[in-house]
């Protein structure tokens, strides 16, 4: 039965995910533990294996379409794996509780950058070895552009991978506001790219809590199939289904997931 | 080229000849080998990951062990599979999905050693290298 339950849980995390453009473990790892009793370690190591999978099903799809920068994204992922060693190391040795605290601090700042009006980017100067360009598909021009600020770039990838291995999230939260932002990539990039790192560093997370024991086929063989699933009607389903109206769901779920998060870090 | 070695790489620096060291067209078409070689990896590693899933679900159906079990180490998991046995199909589909991304950086290393980038080879070493300490980790 839970087995049902849980590919359920998973397909709905997945549309939400893929069409609001978010990784699943945000949610995935709140509900498992908050609906099925799932100890938040097992939850993280099940979690990390759905981000590398969603990760590597729409990387299929940005790769082929050329929005990916692969050579920003090994440079940035140096950061990033790092950050995910350190991460996953320290939620194997945190207690239980400290965890729920910190997650339940991350949902807040989702919560607030969600709400948050975007800057204006700051193109970057072109030509140089990280520069990238793709085909914009609405209007078919040539996008070229530069890359700023690589040490900043690197020190904020290196906490997004901190969080995804000691919380089993994605991190594009953070990836995709400082590529874009700070670092001065068209959005679309920034995403893909994002999505190229966020499967490695959930790969370096997922492969400590695998060794660990901590991904346990009957949470995780639902979970990623019911993700793979979802992820695949997410992107037809994005045409009938307001995203303004699904923005509010996922903000009332994320800020509801936020309050019992931090309940449980203080042991309610 | 004074950035070779990595040390204060300013991208953002106002030197457009950069872009001449990896000739437009050259540096696009071997950009373009390098999406190829991780496009196929992927494909690839979700397939068998699946393949690998699926093919423990119809065995736990048909009897030969269920999901309720604690995940195996990789020797483990080879010697139930070879029996037939479910759980050893669940353990090596979900490390083949793991792996997946693992296996998309090694390949980038070969691409990027097939394009003579001696700095991108370095940079992709870094990210494997940190890699394999977290199976060692993992494993520890």
């Known amino acids: ?268 | 080229m004074s950035d070779v070695g990595g040390q204060g790489d300013d991208v953002d620096g106002p030197h457009d000849e950069a872009s001449g060291r990896y000739g437009e067209a050259a540096g696009q078409a071997r950009a373009a080998a390098i999406d190829t070689v991780v496009h196929h990896t992927l494909v690839a590693g979700i397939a068998v990951g699946l393949a690998l899933l699926v093919a423990g679900l119809v065995l736990t159906v048909a009897g030969r062990g269920g999901l309720a079990v604690a995940s195996l180490k990789v020797p483990a998991a080879l010697r139930a599979a070879f029996h037939l046995r479910a759980p050893g199909f669940y353990s090596l589909g979900l490390f083949a999905l793991i792996l997946t991304p693992f296996v998309r950086v090694v390949g980038s290393i070969v691409a990027f050693v097939v394009a003579r980038d001696w700095r991108f080879v370095a940079v992709t070493s870094v990210v494997l290298a940190v890699m394999l300490v977290s199976i060692a980790v993992g494993a520890a």
């Open chain 1, 1 to 268: 039965m839970t087995f049902f339950v849980l590919v359920g849980i998973a397909v709905i995390v997945g549309v939400l995910g893929s069409m609001l453009g978010v990784g699943g473990g945000i949610l995935l790892v709140p509900l498992l533990t908050l609906f099925l009793d799932v100890p938040i370690k097992t939850a993280i190591g099940t979690s990390l294996v759905c981000v590398v999978v969603t990760s590597s099903a729409s990387q299929i799809v940005y790769v082929a379409r050329g929005f990916t920068n692969s050579r920003l994204g090994m440079t940035l992922e140096v950061a990033t794996t790092l950050g995910a060693l350190a991460g996953g190391i320290t939620a194997i040795l945190v207690s239980g509780r400290a965890i729920f605290g910190i997650f339940a601090a991350v949902l807040v700042y989702v919560l607030i950058s969600m709400e948050r009006k975007p800057a204006p980017p700051r193109p970057a100067a072109p030509g140089s070895a990280l520069a990238g360009s793709f085909t914009d598909p609405d209007t078919g021009d040539e996008v070229t552009y530069g890359v700023g600020h690589l040490p900043a770039g690197l020190a904020f990838s290196f906490v997004a991978g901190n969080v995804s291995g000691l919380l089993g999230v994605g991190g594009g939260v953070i990836k995709v506001p400082v590529m874009n932002l700070l670092m001065g990539m068209p959005l679309r990039a920034a995403i893909a790219t994002s999505n190229l790192m966020i499967g490695v560093t959930a790969a370096t997370g997922a492969l400590i809590f695998f060794g660990r024991g901590l991904v346990e086929p009957r949470y995780a063989v639902p979970t990623a199939l019911g993700i793979l699933v979802g992820a695949q009607l997410g992107p037809r389903l994005s045409g009938k289904v307001s995203t303004g109206v699904l923005r509010r769901v996922f903000e009332v779920l994320i800020a509801v997931l936020a309050v019992q998060m931090a309940l449980k870090a203080f042991g309610v």
